[in-house]
């Protein structure tokens, strides 16, 4: 597909681009309204087929813990066998949780690790079906609250007895920005993944304590403009980093419901790295 195309969804999804003016600019990329039309459903996710990960052999759970301005939501998953895991929070994109999400806490369940994916817009009465009503919600939320919440789940987590007290945290998009910032302010943090997402400011760096890996796709324009910065800060603090750049690759080639930027190979390579990050650090 046409990169103007992608690079325009991503302008659409992650800055205030109006529906009436993305299709508008879509219409006059694709040659009309019709070709924007059919061309929509390949941009979008499609969590209809977000169910790839079974989980006949995990143990799976809908969970509450407080949250500043009421109950927060989560989904966990982890091997049915009874044991202290490692524990990795999953975090979701500028969606919230959905299938997709709920499927990657499969897939970290799978790898032998206890994963609880909280879902951001619990505070405003869940996730949406609809795409563009998930994003709306997000301009609503308080950040500073939103923080918090996200911070709570490890408060919450060393009450269960299948954690083994090691945290990790891996997000994408939204939720690797926030993974950066789960790292700088959760001093028990042992490892934190980001893909594609928003970096922590570099004043904030001499307070990571944990191993930090940061997955980014070369074709990522607007995240990637702050890796550098990011990167020197990380090696200036002596943080214990790996990034990894994948080439030819667009922003959420990780999510598989995204047909035209999910990439395959990347995002197998990538999710194999980080459950060797995982395992280095939380077992």
């Known amino acids: ?38 061309i929509l459903p390949f941009l979008e996710g499609n969590y209809a087929k977000a ?56 897939r970290a369940a799978t790898a032998g690790f206890l994963a609880i994916a909280p879902n951001a817009l619990a505070p405003l009465g869940g996730t949406p079906a609809n795409e563009d009503e998930a994003r709306t919600l997000f301009t ?19 009450t269960r007895k299948d954690s083994n007290g090691k945290f990790g945290c891996v997000g994408f998009c939204w939720g690797g920005g926030m993974a950066n910032t789960l790292a700088v302010n959760v001093p028990e943090l042992k490892a934190a993944v ?33 890796a550098p910065a990011y990167e020197q800060a ?7 980093y790996e990034l990894y750049m994948y080439p030819d690759v667009n922003h959420a080639f990780h999510n598989d419901t995204a047909p035209t930027r999910y990439n395959e190979a990347a995002a197998k390579l990538a999710w194999q790295r980080t ?9």
Do not use: C, W
Request: net charge positive; glycine share 4%; aromatic share 10%.
């Open 1 to 38: 597909m046409d990169q103007q195309i992608i690079n325009l969804y991503d302008e659409y999804t992650h800055k205030p681009l109006p529906r009436k003016d993305f299709m508008k600019r879509l219409a006059i990329l694709t040659g009309s309204t019709a070709a924007a039309v059919a």
């Open 51 to 106: 169910a790839v990960t079974p989980d006949d052999e995990l143990f799976t759970e809908y969970i509450t813990y407080p949250g500043v301005t009421g109950e927060m939501k989560a989904y966990v998953a982890r091997p049915k066998k009874e044991a202290k895991y490692g524990t990795v929070v999953v975090i979701h994109e500028n969606r919230g949780l959905n299938a997709h999400i709920e499927d990657v806490a499969r």
């Open 140 to 158: 609503k939320l308080n950040q500073a609250e939103t923080q918090t919440n996200f911070i709570n789940i490890f408060n919450y987590l060393k």
């Open 194 to 226: 980001a893909f594609y997402g928003r970096q922590a400011a570099v004043a904030d760096v001499p307070k990571i304590k944990a191993a930090v890996q940061l997955h980014y796709a070369s074709l990522d324009e607007r995240v990637n403009a702050g």
């Open 234 to 240: 990380l090696k200036d603090n002596k943080v214990t």
């Open 275 to 283: 459950i060797e990050f995982f395992k280095k650090h939380l077992a």
